[in-house]
């Protein structure tokens, strides 16, 4: 079946099937948080995008293969309840954004800053640092040399607005601002966005309601 992004707590895993790279979506409770497992199809070394909840879950779908690495989106707890069973299980090396690093209980093997790479097999992230839902949170950026670009966006992007900044003027406008000029700018409309909870979209559904969102300020 083709790839849709559409999973529920409990449901099957869904699986976006590329030349080089396998993403396993699933989602798990209780926040409806989506975790990512990528796996290199050269090497099938494997990372995994937030440890969400539920670490039996992920471990079920992480598989006999272990994980090299995990990387935490930002610092809010529903993306790390699962991250110290998932590393005692694995030994994978821990990343998140430097300056978000000391808001999570599980020690950051590897602070990441804007640009910085993190490979795993044959595969290369890029992550872009997008201040505003929280200081320090990342998104990851997979530059598919067969397709378009695929962005793992954490809480900093959704279908149909940025995320949360708290009714922050200064904090909105930070993420708004870093979510313009680091994504849209750059990365074409077929970019394929994989955010922290819910359904996928791409940057060209998004785009046309940039100046929206910054009008109504949310």
Known sequence: MAYT???SVGGT????????????????GPMDNNAY???????????????????RT????????????????????DHWQALADVVSATGARTFAGRADAEGIPVPTDVLVDDEDTIAFGHIRLTARHLVGHTPGSIALLYDDPHGHPHLFTGDCLFPGGVGNTFQDPAAFTSLLSDVTTRLFTPLPDETWVYPGHGKDTTLGTERPYLEEWRQRGW
Do not use: F, S, W, Y
């Open 5 to 7: 992004g559409e999973v």
């Open 13 to 28: 895993p869904d699986v976006h099937e590329l030349g080089d790279l396998i993403i396993t979506k699933v989602a798990v």
């Open 37 to 55: 497992v990528l796996r290199c199809r050269a090497t099938d070394e494997q990372l995994l995008i937030d440890a969400a909840n539920e670490p």
């Open 58 to 77: 992920l471990l079920e779908v992480i598989g006999a293969d272990g994980l090299a690495a995990v990387v935490t989106t930002h610092r809010h707890g």
